[in-house]
């Protein structure tokens, strides 16, 4: 594509980061919408055109598509992250989307409105926490300017990006520890924001960063009654065992595939690993 006129390709000197690449790319840019796609994203033929059609309404600041591993038949890690992102996208995304505020459009396949990134954009290069340059959570902080600015951000279900996963643990929970970091450091500046939004998104923030909490909680007094008493803690082991299939069966019925009763062997990640890990960002979201 170099020799076509309609491209034009920025070269940096050297790697500064997602975040101040981004910013060169949309000062240079002139169209009247910008679409972000990761490296490792591959769009459907149709997503510029469908999500363009969303941002018709000049309300709308931002617009994501649905994201599916491309991956996703490699290993048993990502056939779960598959599920774990049409959970994500169709459950979390589509319900904040009713209301007017996806909380964080997805960087893999985001549609922002160009006009709106250029009153935002120093904010967004200049993001400090604790004094100190932010340089991830690129796509949930844009987000959340949006929503500032008073714009609402929208998902678009129809509008496919396929996108390769980890297939690993290792990388799996680098990314989660970032990504935890970045939820936390952002629902900060989002609390700040949901009186001016419906109070729905009140609910679904709280709800998101109270569950997990309240799970930990569950875990550890159920481990305690082990060691202390020598007895199983049936009643905790029951009701995260029944809050999980009932989960997945509604998560199968919907998506009309029976694989997603699969799902439930993410409890088992969820619970021994993702809430520690959790538990370790909260307290490192200095670095």
């Known amino acids: ?74 290993t048993w890690l990502t056939q779960l992250i598959d599920m774990e992102y ?34 935002l ?36 279900p129809d509008a496919i990006a396929a996108t390769i996963v980890p297939d690993r643990l290792g990388p799996y929970l680098r990314q989660q520890l970032r990504w935890a970091r970045s939820t936390f450091r952002d629902t900060l500046l989002a609390l700040r924001l949901l009186p001016s939004l419906d109070r729905y998104l009140t609910l679904d923030v709280v709800g998101q960063n109270l569950g997990p909490l309240l799970l930990a909680l569950s875990v550890l007094a159920g481990l305690a009654q082990l060691a202390l008493t020598a007895t199983v803690p049936w009643s905790a082991v029951l009701m995260i065992a029944s809050m999980t299939i009932i989960r997945c069966s509604v998560a199968a019925f919907r998506a009309r595939q029976l694989r997603f009763l ?17 538990a370790y960002a909260l307290c490192t979201l200095s670095n």
């Open 1 to 74: 594509f170099a020799g076509d006129p309609r491209f034009n390709f920025i070269l940096l000197d050297k790697n500064v980061g997602k975040r101040k690449a981004q910013i060169v790319a949309i000062r240079s840019s002139s169209g009247d919408l910008v679409l972000n796609v990761d490296s490792d994203t591959t769009l459907a033929s149709d997503v510029v055109t469908k999500l363009a059609l969303k941002m018709q309404d000049p309300a709308v600041g931002a617009a994501m598509g649905q994201l599916v591993a491309s991956n996703r038949s490699d």
């Open 121 to 156: 954009l120093d904010q967004y290069e200049t993001q400090l926490f604790r004094g100190k340059p932010s340089d991830f959570g690129e796509d949930r902080h844009l987000t959340i300017l949006m929503l500032k600015a008073g714009l609402r951000t929208e998902y678009v």
């Open 262 to 278: 699969g799902f439930s062997l993410h409890t088992f990640i969820n619970v021994f690993l993702l809430l520690p890990l959790k």
């Open 86 to 119: 049409w959970l994500a996208c169709n459950e979390e995304r589509a319900a904040q989307a009713r209301f007017g505020a996806v909380m964080c459009c997805c960087g893999p396949c985001a549609m922002y409105r160009r006009s709106a990134l250029l009153l």
